[in-house]
């Protein structure tokens, strides 16, 4: 699964990278620990420009009776994500980006899980692929949500988890935000593990482990 992840840029590095012109979001503040049940910048398309907004992590579908099993919808399994319920109308109508310059998972080392950094070599950021959908509270509350889909690890991640977050190559944002592409064999396409040699991973401390720190000793090296 994904679990937690890093956004380190400033809020203009983010609008220029996305191509965003304006946005309601207010100050950002670099975030070096995201983890679930978190307000996330999630970049959706209106059908004429990009929009950049902030999401709670862990979807809840608009049909849900209780906004509690976002805790359970943090990841999408994209192999499985034409059929599932929750996700079979919005991953054709309700796709999103994620944006991160990092993530972390866990490496099970004879005696310890030792938690890694994952990054581009560039240290770019990118774009992980979401869903999104809007959940209604009984006195007429929205909240909206999301979750980020996973695919099989790619040579790098396997030694360290059974799982990695899709990472959509750039060319291929503009098709995953466009709402009128529906066709299942074309977006299923860009559901596949980036490739492993663009990406590296590092050992950090385990302080990430508490989602209480939140400082740029999170993705220091050790």
Not at 63 to 83: F, I, Q
Not at 115 to 134: C, E, H, Q, W
Not at 146 to 162: D, G, K, V, W, Y
Request: aromatic share 8%; with cysteine.
């Amino acid at each position: 699964m994904c679990g937690r992840y890093t956004i380190t840029v400033s809020l203009e590095e983010l609008m220029l990278r996305y191509w965003i012109s304006s946005t309601n979001v207010p100050y950002h503040q670099p975030k070096y620990n995201v983890a679930p049940g978190q307000m996330v910048f999630a970049i959706v398309s209106d059908g004429t420009q990009n929009r950049l907004g902030e999401l709670k992590w862990g979807l809840v579908p608009s049909w849900a009776d209780s906004p509690k099993v976002g805790n359970k919808m943090l990841n999408a399994r994209s192999e499985t994500v034409w059929e599932k319920p929750a996700f079979k109308q919005l991953i054709r109508r309700k796709r999103c980006i994620i944006p991160a310059d990092g993530f972390y998972e866990w490496r099970q080392d004879e005696k310890d899980k030792q938690p890694m950094r994952i990054v581009k070599r560039d240290r770019k950021l990118f774009s992980m692929a979401g869903l999104y959908d809007t959940w209604v509270s009984p006195d007429g509350i929205k909240l909206s949500t999301c979750t980020i889909l996973t695919t099989s690890p790619n040579e790098l991640m396997a030694p360290i988890h059974n799982r990695m977050p899709v990472i959509l190559h750039e060319e291929h944002e503009a098709m995953w935000l466009n709402r009128s592409m529906q066709d299942q064999q074309q977006l299923h396409a860009l559901l596949t593990p980036y490739p492993s040699e663009l990406l590296e991973a590092y050992p950090v401390g385990k302080t990430v482990g508490s989602v209480a720190n939140n400082d740029a000793s999170c993705i220091a090296p050790i």
